[in-house]
């Protein structure tokens, strides 16, 4: 019998090859050529900077919701691990996530996985709530270029109503009627829900949200601005505030292998509808891609350094 996740892996991998030959068909791949040889380099070296930021804003809250369950996470190992999961999820998607593996690291020394991998998960989804935030917020301001659009419109209803479901659902995890739905699932996985539920104090609920709004605003915002910038785009900003949030949702959907071909297909689908290229949309999802897999190098020494040191042990 097939594993559950080898099959889960092929539907993956099949959305991908569907959606990377769906854009080999379609794109004029002549003209994003032609975006990557007059790209702005100063612009791109922006844009890096601005993603580099954003990892250090995620870094910070990170250890700030590691400090909350009890854990001494030194900024530098903060640092260390991010950027081992990192290169996890961009060149070893198959093997092992990089979420899993932060979460191995943070609790290895007490054993405390489930609260360390509760961390991950709640950083997690507070930058789920930001970006839905963000998405819905600016989708206002710029009512008649985004939700006048049916779309858009169907996507803002749907995560207006996943917002609220789910931000109600952890701030009231410590009552009775969540309790018991809670109540239904294995024991182990009740015991993940309990540590997930000591995240209920509203003032850090709060204040991690409004960080995770600044990761996603420089993080997401101004990193693919300054890209679209650097590639001659004239970006209407308030929509593509709007605009990129969704993106950014969509291409984060656990729908093909590190969401290859998804997030493409995305960049390519959305912002055209805002008026801007399809050809520079999808030329600034490859060049992010690429600038965010660059990064992710950076933590190749300390995964292999890790690898090293448990074969080692296990030896």
Same mark, same amino acid.
């Given at each position: &019998?097939?594993?559950?996740?080898?099959?889960?892996?092929?539907? !993956?991998?099949?959305?991908?090859?569907?959606?990377?030959?769906?854009?080999?068909?379609?794109?004029?791949?002549?003209?994003?050529?032609?975006?990557?040889?007059?790209?702005?380099?100063?612009?791109?070296?922006?844009?890096?900077?601005?993603?580099?930021?954003? &990892?250090?804003?995620?870094?910070? =809250?990170? /250890?700030?919701?590691?400090?909350?369950?009890?854990?001494?996470?030194?900024?530098?190992?903060?640092? =260390?691990?991010?950027?081992?999961?990192?290169?996890?999820?961009?060149?070893?998607?198959?093997?092992?996530?990089?979420?899993?593996? %932060?979460?191995?690291?943070?609790? =290895?020394?007490? !054993? =405390?996985?489930?609260?360390?991998?509760?961390?991950?998960? +709640?950083? /997690? +989804?507070?930058?789920?709530?930001?970006?839905?935030?963000?998405?819905?917020?600016?989708?206002?301001?710029?009512?008649?270029?985004?939700?006048?659009?049916? &779309? +858009?419109? $169907?996507?803002?209803?749907?995560?207006?109503?996943?917002?609220?479901?789910?931000?109600?659902?952890?701030?009231?995890?410590? /009552?009775?009627?969540?309790?018991?739905?809670?109540?239904?699932?294995? !024991?182990? $996985?009740?015991?993940?829900?309990?540590?997930?539920?000591?995240?209920?104090?509203?003032?850090?609920?709060?204040?991690?949200?409004?960080?995770?709004?600044?990761?996603?605003?420089?993080?997401?915002? $101004?990193?693919?601005?300054?890209?679209?910038?650097?590639?001659?785009?004239?970006?209407?900003?308030?929509?593509?505030?709007?605009?990129?949030?969704?993106?950014?949702?969509?291409?984060?959907?656990?729908?093909?292998?590190?969401?290859?071909?998804?997030?493409?297909?995305?960049?390519?689908?959305?912002?055209?509808?805002?008026?801007?290229?399809?050809?520079?949309?999808?030329?600034?999802?490859?060049?992010? %891609?690429?600038?965010? &897999? +660059?990064?992710? $190098?950076?933590?190749?020494?300390?995964?292999?350094?890790? !690898?090293?040191? /448990?074969?080692?042990?296990?030896?």
């Amino acid at each position: &019998m097939i594993p559950k996740k080898k099959i889960l892996f092929l539907l !993956k991998l099949a959305v991908t090859s569907g959606l990377v030959a769906l854009l080999i068909e379609k794109v004029d791949w002549t003209a994003i050529g032609e975006k990557f040889s007059e790209a702005s380099l100063p612009l791109v070296l922006a844009a890096f900077a601005f993603y580099v930021i954003g &990892m250090l804003i995620s870094v910070g =809250r990170w /250890r700030v919701t590691a400090r909350f369950k009890k854990f001494d996470l030194p900024f530098a190992d903060a640092v =260390r691990f991010h950027l081992a999961g990192l290169f996890i999820n961009n060149f070893l998607p198959s093997f092992l996530g990089g979420d899993a593996y %932060r979460s191995y690291l943070l609790g =290895r020394e007490d !054993k =405390r996985y489930a609260a360390a991998t509760s961390t991950v998960i +709640f950083v /997690r +989804f507070v930058g789920l709530w930001a970006t839905i935030a963000l998405f819905l917020a600016f989708g206002f301001l710029s009512y008649g270029t985004v939700f006048s659009q049916p &779309m +858009f419109s $169907l996507f803002g209803l749907g995560l207006g109503i996943f917002f609220v479901f789910d931000v109600l659902l952890t701030l009231f995890s410590d /009552r009775a009627p969540v309790q018991r739905l809670f109540s239904i699932f294995p !024991k182990k $996985l009740q015991g993940f829900f309990r540590e997930i539920g000591g995240y209920t104090d509203r003032n850090f609920l709060w204040e991690s949200f409004l960080v995770s709004l600044a990761f996603s605003f420089v993080g997401v915002g $101004l990193f693919n601005l300054a890209l679209f910038s650097a590639f001659g785009e004239s970006v209407p900003v308030i929509p593509y505030l709007s605009v990129v949030f969704l993106t950014s949702f969509v291409s984060s959907l656990p729908l093909s292998v590190n969401n290859i071909g998804l997030k493409e297909w995305a960049y390519y689908t959305f912002f055209p509808l805002i008026g801007i290229s399809p050809e520079a949309a999808l030329a600034v999802a490859l060049l992010g %891609r690429f600038l965010q &897999m +660059f990064a992710s $190098l950076f933590g190749a020494r300390s995964f292999f350094k890790e !690898k090293k040191r /448990r074969l080692a042990e296990n030896g």
